[in-house]
């Protein structure tokens, strides 16, 4: 049973998505208001969390610095930004800092439990709006590469491969991924692992980043 935390200020919005994520997969689930709490359980030698959905706008420490302190102590774990549509720059920065998948508040709560049990299996949720959002902002970075793979470990995807990113930098998911590609969902889920191993990267945002900045979408 995997541990999934909830870190939200607003007291029914954290509820609500912590019910809804408990009683979709059987989690354990530890709801906390803030960075302060969630940080001082561990101290406390709490169950580490496996996937933390958190917060970017929260009072007090904020959820960029938490995902830092949390990246810091527990390596392993994923972590889905929750924020609103227009904290495009901390969404920038949350991907810089390892977040594993950024959804708006305004998502369906469905949307929300199907994030986490994705980001469970290996994947990277993302938004269409924040996935646009990555888009412009990477656009306004300029050329050169985003890793020490450089420009020639693009040049070695396939054109299934690119195909299959430039679909996801345009913002859908991999469901509709595969129907536009006329593939099973498995199919595009080996495509992205070998993509994510050709860039370098290991997640929707990094991928999408080295590809902006190496020129392939």
């Known amino acids: 049973m995997d541990t999934i ?4 200020d607003h007291r029914r919005l954290r509820e609500t998505v912590a019910e809804a994520v408990r009683l979709a997969g059987g989690h354990e689930v530890a709801p ?6 969630a940080l001082a359980a561990l101290d406390d030698h709490a169950p580490k969390p496996d996937v933390i959905l958190l917060d970017l706008g929260l009072p ?3 959820g960029l610095e938490g995902l830092r302190r949390f990246k810091e102590r527990i390596p392993e774990v994923e972590i889905v930004v929750f924020t609103v ?3 495009r720059e901390r969404v920038f920065d949350a991907i810089c800092n390892g977040a594993s998948g950024y959804l708006v508040k305004s998502e369906p709560l469905e ?3 199907a ?8 994947g990277s949720p993302m938004s269409p709006e924040i996935a646009r959002c990555v888009i412009e902002r990477f656009s306004r970075v300029g050329a050169g590469p985003v890793s020490s793979g450089g420009p020639l470990v693009a040049e070695s995807l396939s054109e299934r491969e690119r195909e299959v990113l430039r679909l996801l930098a345009d913002g859908l998911v991999k469901k509709e991924v595969a129907a536009r590609m006329a593939i099973s969902l498995h199919t595009v889920d080996n495509y992205v692992r070998r993509i994510y191993a050709k860039l370098h990267v ?8 080295r590809a902006i900045r190496d020129g392939i979408v």
């Open 115 to 122: 994030a986490v049990e994705e980001v469970r299996r290996g």
């Open 32 to 37: 906390f208001a803030s960075c302060e709490k």
């Open 5 to 8: 935390w909830i870190i939200e």
């Open 202 to 209: 290991n997640t929707l945002g990094g991928a999408v980043a």
């Open 111 to 113: 949307r929300i439990v």
């Open 85 to 87: 549509f227009d904290d």
């Open 60 to 62: 007090g420490m904020s």
